[in-house]
């Protein structure tokens, strides 16, 4: 990064915001994960379908800010055709990155989009070790 | 393209830039000198203050004190005039939607000492003459109140509440018109109003120049100490060029009020009942008494920032909200919140102001392209 700070979003971030990949709700999903809150203003939901190891579908719907919807997004570009393993190890900082940056502050409440998607895995996981219910929230 | 946010800053009307060409000699001097430029920057100096007083009927125009800017003549009345009348009171009662230049120093004013007494708002954002009547006491000072809200539109029963404030003597009623100041008449002697704030930008004049008329009588003391300009309440030189547009903006905007009001409150009766068709849709103020050229909402489900964004960016629509995401502290807007709004639903905010350059023609698109990106934002929520 330069020396000053980035002035509203970067290129990426308003493509991803004005064309978001993979919205909506996978069926019959393999797992979900739900962030934030309303109260907040920021919500979301990813839900993914897993066959093997690997993410075959993964969705996402947002309530929130442009950089909220951008950053889901971008997350489910990133994990789809991932192994569990390898999604687990997407990081916050590389939604960020990948979507050429986000203004300082929105690095933290609206950057949800990675913690959503753990989520969904661990619901995955819960349901592969003998639970039918979804993780708490 | 269609700017709906004059509530932010509103362009500089072509016919200030004109006279401010017509008039750049008389412009470049010092008032204070006393060679012939400096007498005629003078005259420019005083025909400004001869027309903004015009605009708010002062009864002299040496009641109008020019500031930088609305922030500034804010500053100058809370804390000029709690802090001159202290051995009267200690305390300042403020609303709850002020401006945050208002709130701000008043927070100030509780480090020195001051008490702050917050005025509460009802759901359309009026304040109610017996709430304000139950909070006053013989220690309050200045009460501080909108003429009308910016976020909101919202309009106040400001000659009634004038009336309360001076049942003690000592006490002062100042009144934040930036929103209203050229949109709605305003009589500062039949309202009774002792200290009133304006500004450049929101009159279509150059940014850089406010007002702060204060009222035959009224003791105040300067934040700004110096060379002791505008009756030693406000030193520093002039900025002439910025005052004299703001003097040339008010005689334009007292000249055309009534029918460009008018106009604009077409504009604005169209958008409300347009956007107010769609559903989960809601107005935020008050349905009637609210400026002719405020409209504002608030949609359930979705969050004001992408709500800017989209119209922005899809339909080069320009519009304001009252959501977090916006403000540098991200709270939703307190003005919303003291409406009652919970924070769910003051994040689903959406102001637009109209100006002199809003054409009647552009509301049904600006309804049109609402409603578009409510469903497209609405498509994408989980809630």
């Known amino acids: ?137 | 393209m269609v700017y709906l946010d004059h509530a932010s800053a509103m362009p500089v009307d072509p016919r200030v830039l004109a006279y401010l060409r017509d008039h750049g000699d008389a412009l470049c001097g010092n008032p204070s000198s006393l060679h012939s430029v400096g007498l005629a920057a003078r005259r420019e100096l005083e025909a400004a203050r001869g027309r903004v007083a015009a605009l708010i009927n002062a009864p002299v125009s040496s009641s109008i004190v020019f500031t930088a800017g609305a922030t500034e003549a804010n500053n100058l009345a809370i804390r000029g005039t709690a802090e001159r009348n202290q051995k009267h009171g200690k305390t300042i009662a403020v609303s709850a939607i002020e401006h945050i230049s208002i709130i701000n120093p008043a927070k100030y004013l509780v480090k020195q000492g001051f008490e702050l007494a917050t005025v509460p708002v009802d759901a359309d954002g009026l304040v109610s003459p017996d709430v304000l009547a139950g909070l006053m006491t013989p220690d309050t000072t200045v009460v501080s109140i909108n003429y009308a809200n910016d976020e909101i539109g919202t309009i106040e029963p400001v000659r009634e509440l004038a009336r309360l404030v001076h049942e003690e003597e000592h006490r002062y009623l100042h009144v934040n018109a930036t929103a209203a100041g050229g949109r709605i008449p305003i009589d500062v002697q039949s309202d009774e109003i002792d200290l009133l704030t304006l500004s450049s930008s929101d009159l279509g004049g150059p940014r850089g120049a406010g007002a702060l008329y204060v009222a035959p009588g009224v003791r105040l003391q300067t934040v700004m100490p110096g060379g002791g300009q505008e009756r030693g309440l406000r030193s520093g030189t002039e900025n002439l060029p910025a005052i004299a547009g703001m003097g040339e903006a008010a005689r334009i905007a007292g000249g055309e009020m009534e029918q460009e009001s008018r106009r604009q409150q077409k504009i604005r009766d169209a958008l409300i009942a347009g956007i107010g068709g769609i559903g989960e849709t809601y107005l935020t103020g008050h349905p009637r008494l609210r400026l002719p050229n405020h409209a504002s909402f608030r949609f359930g489900r979705i969050e004001g920032e992408s709500i800017l964004l989209n119209m922005d960016t899809l339909f080069g629509i320009q519009v304001a909200t009252g959501s977090a995401c916006t403000s540098q502290t991200l709270e939703p807007s307190h003005v919303l919140l003291a409406i009652g709004l919970t924070h769910e639903e003051a994040h689903g905010s959406m102001i637009m102001t109209t100006g002199r350059d809003t054409a009647e023609e552009a509301a049904p698109g600006v309804i049109d392209a609402v409603r578009q990106t409510v469903e497209r934002l609405r498509a994408l929520s989980p809630l």
Do not use: W
Not at chain 1, 71 to 77: F, I, K, L
Not at chain 1, 103 to 117: F, G, Q, T, V, Y
């Open chain 1, 1 to 137: 990064m330069k020396d000053s700070p980035q002035i509203g979003y970067s290129k990426k971030v308003m493509d991803h915001f004005m064309n978001p990949r993979n919205v909506g709700v996978i069926e019959d999903a393999d797992g979900i994960g739900t962030v934030g809150n309303p109260v907040c203003g920021d919500q979301m939901e990813v839900s993914i379908k897993v066959e093997g190891d690997r993410i075959v579908d993964i969705r996402f719907r947002t309530f929130g800010c442009g950089s909220a919807i951008a950053t889901a997004s971008m997350v489910t570009e990133l994990a789809k055709g991932l192994t569990i393993e390898e999604a687990l190890r997407i990081t916050r900082d590389d939604v960020a990155t990948e979507l050429e940056g986000l203004p300082p502050r929105k690095m933290h409440c609206s950057n949800l989009a990675a913690d959503a998607l753990h989520r969904a895995i661990e619901d995955y996981r819960a349901k592969q070790a003998g639970g039918s219910r979804g993780a708490p929230d």
